[in-house]
């Protein structure tokens, strides 16, 4: 079993609908969790970070966190196509607090105008 | 510039031969890491730097790979005796001491082909 585990996609939308990604995770003691946007042929950027249950919201996304189901996702509203790429969940294991992290191998997005 | 810049951005080599790869971080950080990504993969760890300790190494995948960072600045990645399945991006990647956020800053990547 992997231990960030990503529905690779792709997910297509059309314009201004709600884009729904989710991970799940092995590592009942992580404490830390990411979304990381990557553009095709680009590096990755940090979106979001999360660290306790519940909902957390930024502008159009929101990332949820459920750590007794070990399941995080990543919501955006309003999609557009400027937000199609891939997605990564990330993870510390542990209780690391460092940068040392778990990637899933990402979620591809496709809005469709 | 202001960001973490890495060279090559593109390096072909041949099967067997030794490759460098060079990271300069974003002025300030104190962490340094590498990771490199796979046709159609994930990120994958390799290693960390933080500060004066000593870095950890677990994500290296073979005893051909190895990595410094001299004057707690400039890193570089070495790969020798190259294989083809060593082929990938690498990703360098620097942040502030301590922070807890895990927010990496990412550089544009160093390309590896291996023939």
């Known amino acids: 079993q992997k231990e960030v585990e990503q529905n690779s996609g792709p997910l297509s939308v059309p314009e201004g609908a709600i884009a729904s990604l989710n991970c799940t995770y092995s590592?009942?003691?992580?404490?830390?969790f990411f979304w990381y946007r990557q553009y095709s042929g680009k590096s990755p950027e940090l979106i979001m970070f999360i660290y306790s249950n519940g909902d957390k919201e930024d502008g159009r996304f929101t990332a949820q966190l459920n750590k007794a189901s070990q399941y995080v996702s990543l919501l955006i509203r309003d999609s557009q196509p400027s937000d199609s790429a891939t997605y990564l969940c990330a993870v510390n294991l542990g209780s690391s607090n460092t940068g040392k992290l778990i990637f899933g191998q990402g979620t591809t997005l496709q809005v469709k105008p | 510039g202001a960001g973490v810049s890495q060279s090559p951005s593109n390096k072909v080599t041949e099967k067997g031969k030794d490759v460098e790869l060079r990271c300069d971080p974003i002025s300030g950080h104190t962490a340094l890491y590498w990771y490199r990504q796979s046709l159609g993969q994930g990120l994958e760890f390799l290693i960390y730097f933080q500060g004066n300790s000593a870095p950890d190494k677990s994500g290296l995948p073979s005893d051909r790979f190895s990595a410094e960072r001299t004057g707690g600045s400039v890193s570089t990645l070495t790969i020798q005796r190259t294989q083809q399945e060593d082929s990938a991006v690498y990703l360098c990647?620097?942040?502030?001491?301590?922070?807890?956020?895990?927010?990496?800053?990412f550089g544009e990547g160093s390309r590896l082909t291996v023939l």
């Open positions: 590592d009942r003691g992580s404490q830390s």
């Open positions: 990647a620097s942040s502030f001491a301590g922070q807890n956020t895990g927010e990496l800053f």
